[in-house]
């Protein structure tokens, strides 16, 4: 606090009428606090006060105001940006297959990025670029978070037009002169039970006002392109995953012949139930690895022309000749693959041909509902009849093994397919099944075959999950929306993820143990919201020097001795706490990892959002607004559970110079380095040395791709939508909806940041991100619910802060707001957010019909949801043409026939029948020689 000499305690009594003799008679002492209002007390604690006082307001620093602060901000981290930006400037054009890798590179090329406009001119021109080409070239994901950044520019516009006449308000009808415009220009300059604060109740109407008014309207527009998106010829759009299965059901005929009932007969193209590989997953990894290898010896033959060589151990290994040795390791493993596959396929064959036999047989397949006892698939009571096997089927393949012929050797390969996967059969088990031995037997057998189901994973058999994909998208999205099992976890339909990103180590999670790790997902992320409050207030104290001084006073010297110092730790204090922030996702997604998600975990997941945007709020809001020492605001709430609301309402108006510190930190420094992409252009530089180094840049393919984890240049990343919107974005939301009424100086910065950090990553998006795991814009819908909760926050803590200032009319008048924007909430949630989730069964109609007449086909649809290590039974490297003349022929007519295919695809019927005819017969039974085979 700032206390007043006795003359100017005099003087300033006298000016207010009170006159010199009242104070001296009553030995009343004014101070000035660090909010700047002033205050008379009696002597005792006047003096008190004087010798024992604490800072409590962490961003004031001493010597600093908050002026001061924001301006010193500005000149450093505004210069970094601006020298970061000019240079990107610059570079943008003469560098385009770093700054425009979409026009570069033909893997990543997208009509858009063929203009690349001018070095300034651009600045305006990606504004001119239409929602829907960024949608269709760039992907839903972009263009929705391209709207959230124009959403912050609208309604920080709304509060900068507020300020017009807060500014007057709170600077003219103060009483208090601090010589500092930050602090002048916001609500914590009028006195308490001034009439000024039903301007700012009113500047509030109209700031929420219109940010409800945008929600809105952004929701009319995103239904509309996400029902565009939905009715796309996506796999992920004609497919649905459903887990928890129940026993019965896990085969792809009971999957099959359950929606068959529920839909058209030819309404589902495929159900795919998951499979437990766990050898056959091992087998194609190592295959991959000696792929790579393989490929890259190739190369050092072809390229240099000198024969590769490999040790056979790490250590102390023989030299041998790289070329015939991973040729014949890879043959080998091929055929294992193939031998594996072959048993898998035929253990499902043989379940799919039982399953019909029973159907026609009578038996209730397919139904979902009831537990049925020995039914086709087979899964009874007996614990020694193979899974998937009834026991007729049993006594009728030993009946076929004891023949001859080609049937017999079926049956009979059939059955020792199930012996080799390690099944329940055994010739005790089969004379126990017709002896009926006695009840210990019984017991024993189903306790062995329990514990060997929890030890053994039995290579083949059906996981508790599967993907069904349909025909027509009336009837996806109808088994999506529907309930298929009379118990609330059984069947459960969901959303299926991009083929190639499913996590199949999650598929078929047992319900329990999703719970359960769910559960400990939301403890770890408890604990650590807990436990980062000691370093997030250890952080925020830094700019308050004097409270650095009392807990380390080797500082006092520094301090005393070079003015610049507090100065410096004012500035590095937001610093320092935006490398904390960078360092949460990885923890968080870590955290994720526990709730078993079947599409991969990745830095845009929804779960992660959810817990960055809490961790932003909680944390590096509210904790840093509190106090500069947490386990004394925690103790005063403790003692005085009231204090709390009090608490965030002093602290608050005060509190956005600091913000407005890290906002600036965060964003503008992150801006110009994601421009001038320092961190891909170091990657590409250690890259090339690390591939010189080790030899690994011989061919096109080997100099663009990623090697040992460093990312190339031409491989670019995705953009994390979830990282980014949790943490940065969220934040500034959260600083606009709170300081745009009560300190509107901050609008003028959220306005300038979201301006930039819209167009840079328009030019982004166009220019450089591909699209990876478009979500379709769900994650615009996650991150406009937590917006919404932000806002009642806002208004929630508007409303405190005027009450305690004693606002008796702006107080009350901010309720009905509050109220009104939770019954907006409540409404919205009521419907809108499921009417995105999904397209309109009218819409679905619409397009299967167009779909219908245009001719089209279904094979991009089938087996899209067989596990990868089910596809290729054979796998060779690209290059191995160059050293197989064999194969390089086989590859040479798969590519004249899928020209053919592709030519009668675009030609009338006449003609096409005519380029049909010729050796297609003799190029499709070449590619069964070596190449790739889908088992369907």
Not at 330 to 338: A, F, R
Not at 408 to 426: F, P, T, Y
Not at 579 to 585: C, D, R
């Amino acid at each position: 606090m700032d206390l007043l000499d006795d003359d100017a305690m005099l003087m300033a009594t006298a000016e207010q009428g009170g006159g010199v003799g009242n104070l001296l008679r009553d030995s009343v002492h004014r101070y000035h606090d660090p909010h700047g209002y002033y205050h008379d007390v009696d002597e005792e604690t006047y003096y008190h006060s004087r010798y024992l006082q604490a800072p409590t307001n962490f961003t004031e620093t001493e010597g600093l105001t908050d002026t001061e602060i924001i301006r010193t901000t500005c000149k450093l981290y505004g210069s970094v940006f601006l020298a970061l930006f000019v240079v990107f400037l610059i570079v943008r054009q003469a560098f385009p297959s770093v700054y425009n890798l979409k026009k570069s590179y033909e893997h990543l090329y997208i009509p858009l990025a063929s203009q690349p406009y001018g070095m300034i001119s651009w600045m305006w021109s990606v504004f001119v670029v239409q929602y829907d080409d960024i949608a269709e070239q760039c992907g839903m994901d972009a263009v929705t978070t391209i709207r959230m950044f124009e959403f912050g520019v609208k309604i920080s516009f709304v509060a900068v037009l507020n300020s017009a006449y807060l500014f007057p308000i709170y600077k003219y009808m103060g009483t208090v002169v601090t010589n500092d415009n930050a602090k002048e220009l916001s609500l914590s300059n009028l006195p308490s039970f001034h009439n000024g604060t039903i301007a700012t109740a009113i500047a509030a109407y109209i700031f929420f006002g219109c940010a409800m008014h945008f929600v809105d309207k952004d929701f009319e527009w995103l239904t509309e392109h996400r029902h565009k998106f939905l009715a796309k010829k996506r796999v992920q759009n004609y497919s649905i995953f459903l887990s928890n299965l129940p026993e019965k059901m896990r085969s792809d005929t009971a999957i099959k012949e359950y929606f068959k009932k529920c839909f058209a007969h030819d309404a589902v193209i495929d159900g795919d139930v998951a499979l437990n590989t766990p050898k056959l997953t091992s087998l194609y990894s190592k295959r991959e690895a000696l792929v790579a290898k393989f490929e890259h010896a190739i190369n050092v033959l072809t390229v240099k022309g000198e024969e590769p060589m490999h040790s056979t151990k790490l250590c102390g290994g023989e030299k041998v000749e790289s070329i015939p040795v991973y040729k014949a390791e890879l043959e080998e493993m091929n055929k294992e693959i193939s031998e594996t596959i072959d048993r898998i396929v035929a253990d499902k064959e043989s379940r799919k041909a039982m399953d019909e036999e029973d159907y026609e047989a009578g038996y209730d397949i397919g139904e979902g509902a009831e537990d049925v006892e020995n039914t086709s698939t087979g899964f009874g009571t007996n614990p020694d009849q193979p899974v998937g096997v009834s026991a007729k089927s049993i006594e009728a393949a030993d009946g076929d093994a004891e023949g001859e012929g080609e049937g017999g050797d079926i049956e009979d390969g059939a059955k020792e397919s199930a012996l080799e996967n390690g099944e329940n059969v055994s010739n005790s088990g089969m004379k126990h099944s017709s002896s009926q031995g006695s009840g210990l037997d019984e017991v024993l057998g189903e306790s062995l075959a329990v514990i060997k189901s929890l030890v053994v994973t039995q290579e083949g058999s059906p996981r508790s999950a599967a993907f069904v994909t349909f025909a027509d998208l009336v009837s996806a999205n109808m088994a999506l929306q529907s309930i298929h099992n009379h118990e609330p976890w059984d069947m459960v339909s969901q959303n299926a993820p991009r083929p190639d990103l499913v996590n199949w180590s999650n598929v078929g999670v047992s319900n329990q143990a999703l719970q359960i790790g769910e559960l400990i997902s939301l403890a770890l992320t408890t604990t650590l919201c807990i436990l980062w409050t000691i370093p997030v207030s250890f952080v925020a104290s830094f700019s308050n020097v004097e409270g650095l001084v009392q807990i380390f006073p080797a500082l006092q010297e520094p301090i005393e001795k070079y003015p610049w110092f507090s100065n410096f730790m004012a500035q590095i204090a937001p610093l320092i706490l935006v490398v904390f922030i960078s360092i949460l996702p990885y923890i968080l997604l870590f955290f994720v990892t526990f709730e078993k998600p079947i599409e991969r975990a990745s830095m845009q997941h929804p779960s992660l959002l959810s817990k960055l945007s809490a961790f932003t709020i909680i944390q590096t809001f509210f904790i840093s607004t509190i106090s500069g020492s947490l386990f004394q605001s925690i103790q005063d709430i403790i003692d005085n559970p009231t204090s709390a609301v009090e608490l965030v309402a002093t602290a608050l108006p005060a509190q956005s110079a600091y913000f407005i510190q890290l906002i600036i930190v965060q964003n503008l420094l992150a801006l110009g380095i994601e421009l001038l992409r320092i961190s891909p252009i170091a990657q590409e530089w250690l890259g090339t040395l690390v591939k010189k180094i080790f030899g690994y840049n011989l061919t096109e393919k080997e100099r663009n791709t990623s090697f040992l984890g460093i990312r190339d240049i031409a491989d670019p990343l995705e953009y994390y939508f979830g990282r980014e919107l949790g943490s940065k974005t969220i934040l500034l939301m959260m600083v606009l909806y709170v300081y745009g009424c009560m300190s509107p100086v901050t609008a003028y910065f959220t306005l300038a940041i979201f301006l930039l950090i819209a167009m840079g990553f328009r030019n982004q998006f166009i220019y450089i991100y591909p699209i990876a795991n478009d979500s379709g814009g769900k994650l615009w819908l996650n991150f406009t619910k937590m917006s919404v909760t932000c806002m009642i926050l806002a208004e929630i803590i508007l409303c405190a802060v005027l009450f305690l200032k004693g606002g008796v009319v702006a107080g009350p008048l901010m309720v009905p707001l509050i109220v009104i924007t939770i019954l907006f909430d409540i409404y919205f949630k009521k419907r809108h957010y499921m009417t995105t989730n999904f397209l309109p069964l009218g819409d679905c109609a619409a397009t299967d019909e167009k779909n219908k007449e245009e001719g089209m086909t279904y094979e991009w649809l089938v087996d899209a949801y067989l596990q990868p290590q089910m596809k290729d039974r054979l796998r060779y490297p690209d290059n191995y043409g160059r050293i197989d003349e064999e194969y390089a022929a086989q590859q040479k007519a798969a590519r004249e026939l899928e020209e053919k295919k592709q030519m009668e695809a675009t030609m009338p019927k006449e003609d096409a029948a005519a380029v049909a005819e010729g050796p297609a017969e003799d190029i499709a039974a070449s590619e069964g020689q070596k190449g790739g085979c889908i088992i369907s």
